[in-house]
């Protein structure tokens, strides 16, 4: 079955930090994976995403992540952080059989103090 | 491009009453889903159209829960008899094509059944 997993619901860091939101997968073939960010009060917000080729991409608000095939992750990397990135975050999959039907984590919120 | 649009963006029902959610996408898009946002279940798949058909309605409660799309400017969740537990925040999400694609999420309708 299909699976995401984020297991930290909270991260707190200081400005100027490097960030780094943990997310693992299960999933029998390869997934696609994306990221996606909510602000507080907003909708959520497409950040990157990992389809096929270099397992890191980068993706929009100089956030990257890394694509590990060995231990099932795609970990959100982003230095140094900014008070603004403050929000929580979502890590899904989507599976190349009934690809579209795309599995959220229960999400990390981030809070960068100031 | 406005994004996506829902309307309304707060809706207090009560219990046994009727609740229609309306989902206006992105303009080009031929991919509608739609979501449920809990804190306790996070975000949940309900269903998902593509060029106005429906593909699957798998994360759809069975009894009271439909969902259309009668044109390709929008569609609706209609929610009948309305519960307590389906008090939520119910996304509309587009994509152009819907497989392995960004998704673009409207704000949300906040759904309050008393």
């Known amino acids: 079955a299909q699976s995401v997993d984020q297991p930290d619901a909270h991260v707190t860091l200081s400005e100027g930090a490097s960030l780094e939101l943990r997310c693992s997968y299960s999933?029998?073939?390869?997934?696609?994976l994306f990221w996606y960010v909510q602000y507080p009060g907003q909708s959520l917000q497409f950040l990157l995403k990992y389809i096929t080729g270099d397992t890191v991409v980068k993706g929009t608000k100089g956030f990257e992540a890394e694509f590990r095939k060995s231990n099932s992750s795609f970990n959100l990397k982003k230095s140094p952080a900014h008070w603004s990135d403050s929000a929580k975050y979502f890590c899904?999959?989507?599976?190349?059989?009934?690809?579209?039907?795309?599995?959220f984590g229960k999400g990390t919120h981030l809070h960068v103090l100031p | 491009n406005a994004g996506v649009i829902q309307t309304p963006r707060h809706k207090v029902t009560g219990k046994g009453q009727e609740a229609t959610l309306w989902c206006e996408p992105i303009s080009g898009h031929s991919a509608v889903f739609w979501y449920r946002q809990t804190i306790v279940q996070g975000l949940e798949f309900l269903t998902y159209f593509r060029n106005q058909a429906p593909i699957d309605d798998s994360g759809m409660p069975k009894e009271r829960f439909s969902a259309q799309m009668p044109n390709q400017s929008h569609s609706t969740l209609k929610i009948q008899s309305t519960q307590p537990q389906d008090s939520a925040v119910y996304l509309c999400a587009s994509s152009r094509k819907g497989d392995q694609d960004t998704q673009y999420f409207g704000p949300g309708t906040r759904l309050l059944v008393l």
């Open positions: 999933y029998s073939a390869a997934p696609y």
């Open positions: 899904a999959l989507e599976g190349p059989t009934n690809a579209y039907k795309v599995i």
